[in-house]
């Protein structure tokens, strides 16, 4: 019995759509193709058939350097990944974006709490307790670098800078709030011929924090 992640991944996806830079394709009567969305008719990739392939596949870019933000746009090329059911497809993209398919349901739920920066920042303890003491502008500079599409993070951001509802970064372009941009495709306005299965974030994830905590440390 499908559960509700699986139930509006399965309302979600057309016959090709993609999910971050992954290219997910119906193939059969209930199994899915996968690859990268720049891999999309070339031949020649490495075939994988279990959801847990993509553990490997996802742990390091095309030239082999650990990728500790798995919705980074550096997911490697060159392989292709055939899974049985709607099962392993949610497996298997749970390894890709982990979190991610969970986020989307409760957003379209209606159900995802989102939390400004400042609240985050606010509540680290320990060697990251410093990092709230970050001021504006430099928030400002590091959200527009750090969380950028263009080399930083696919997900479209949901969250405040602080409760007054002020956006994080003036330096993002405004689709990069947009939960139904194709961000891998940049800012401007997008015609998508494909469907877009949107990548979150609900809430500044812990690399950005470490980075908070560099900026003020002056590292
Ligand atoms: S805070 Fe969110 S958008 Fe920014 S890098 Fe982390 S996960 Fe990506």
Known sequence: MP?????ALAAALTDACYFGQILIRKAGENGFVLCHRDDQGFDGLRLFQNPEDAIEISKFDDIENYRPLKTAPNLSRGWQLAVVD???LRRALDYFY???LAALVAWKENRLKTT???QTLDRQSGMYRIAAKISDAQINSLVGDFCRSDGGCLRAIL?????????P??????E????AHDQALGPGPTTAAIAVIPLLC????????AAARKVVKGE
């Open 3 to 7: 559960d509700s992640i699986e139930r």
């Open 202 to 209: 609900q809430e500044a994830c812990n690399l950005l924090v």
């Open 98 to 100: 982990p979190g991610r």
């Open 116 to 118: 400004p920066l400042r």
């Open 169 to 174: 970064s003036t330096k993002l372009p405004p």
């Open 86 to 88: 709607l099962s392993d």
């Open 159 to 167: 969250w405040k800078r602080n409760e007054s509802g002020i956006i």
């Open 176 to 179: 990069k709030f947009e939960p």
